[in-house]
């Protein structure tokens, strides 16, 4: 089921937005891979298990790319050899905002309603991202890996 949610999520946002970032797009998908039904309430964003170990080793500042680094790597860059850490990355960036403090989530929801817009996903990126301290965000993401 956590593959068919995962393919799923991207022909939804597909339907969406022409052009989205691959981090995006993975990272999304990969938060909402975990949605499940609890209580009447839809649930997303449990740590997957492989990302967790993944998240685990990357224990020094040095091993972290900046997140703009991230925001440009192109399909190629991100199925590459480093394909694992970058799904893992990219869910902890998605899991941050949707799940961190008040000011993640208000930019989580910035940038999911420019998508539902039918924003180009590369300029919703950086419109939500503009002014965003990228080197606390990224203290932030790396906290969270942290706490995994």
């Not at 949605?35 to 993944?54: C, D, H, N, Q, Y």
């Not at 590459?80 to 929801?109: M, P, Q, S």
Request: net charge negative; charged share 30%; aromatic share 10%.
């Amino acid at each position: 089921m956590q593959v068919a949610r995962h393919e799923g999520f991207h022909q939804y946002l597909s339907e969406l937005v022409d052009e989205v970032p691959v981090w995006l797009n993975e990272g999304l998908a990969r938060y909402f891979e975990t949605l499940r039904k609890e209580k009447g309430r839809w649930i997303a964003g449990a740590v997957p298990e492989s990302s967790r170990s993944i998240l685990r080793e990357l224990r020094s500042e040095s091993q972290w790319l900046p997140l703009a680094d991230l925001f440009r790597l192109d399909d190629e860059q991100f199925y590459g050899k480093n394909a694992e850490v970058w799904y893992a990355y990219a869910w902890c960036v998605i899991h941050t905002l949707a799940d961190g403090t008040l000011a993640d989530r208000k930019l989580f929801d910035a940038l999911i309603g420019k998508l539902a817009r039918g924003v180009d996903g590369a300029v919703a990126v950086r419109e939500a991202f503009e002014g965003v301290d990228s080197k606390a965000l990224l203290d932030r993401v790396r906290a969270r890996a942290a706490s995994l």
